[in-house]
Nanobody, 127 residues
Framework: QVQLVESGGGLVQAGGSLRLSCAASGRTFGSYFVGWFRQAPGKEREFAAALRWSGSVTYKHYGDSVKGRFTISRDNANYTAYLQMNNLKPEDTAVYYC??????????????????WGQGTQVTVSS
């Protein structure tokens, strides 16, 4: 069982940066794969980024709308995942959620592939 707590959201001007953190409980977090999703009012939950690995190779995946601006990473020693967000745009405004799964899922961009979720953190980008 893993519990996830996001932090780092806030209000930022367009072009600015934020770094979201996802702190996990449980020493098994190092073996989980991690995703970040976001949800704007009235919209479906949207895939932002995922980090998974196969053997010794790490794979990072990004949604088209954030590719080149967002970077996902993790610090296994501190059981924390991160989402570095640069060059933020007003359309990035949403509640951002961290998610984790204990076994490999090929549909890493689907919310249905994740069992564990954080409570979300609000990101607001002003124009």
């Amino acid at each position: 069982q893993v519990q996830l707590v996001e932090s780092g959201g806030g209000l930022v001007q367009a072009g600015g940066s934020l770094r979201l953190s996802c702190a996990a409980s449980g020493r098994t977090f190092g073996s989980y794969f991690v995703g970040w999703f976001r949800q704007a009012p009235g919209k479906e939950r949207e895939f932002a980024a995922a980090l998974r690995w196969s053997g010794s190779v790490t794979y990072k995946h990004y949604g088209d709308s954030v590719k080149g601006r967002f970077t996902i990473s993790r610090d296994n020693a501190n059981y924390t995942a991160y989402l570095q967000m640069n060059n933020l745009k007003p359309e990035d405004t949403a509640v951002y959620y961290c998610a984790a799964q204990s076994y490999y899922q090929s549909d890493y961009d689907s919310p249905l592939s994740y069992t564990y979720w954080g409570q979300g953190t609000q990101v607001t980008v002003s124009s």
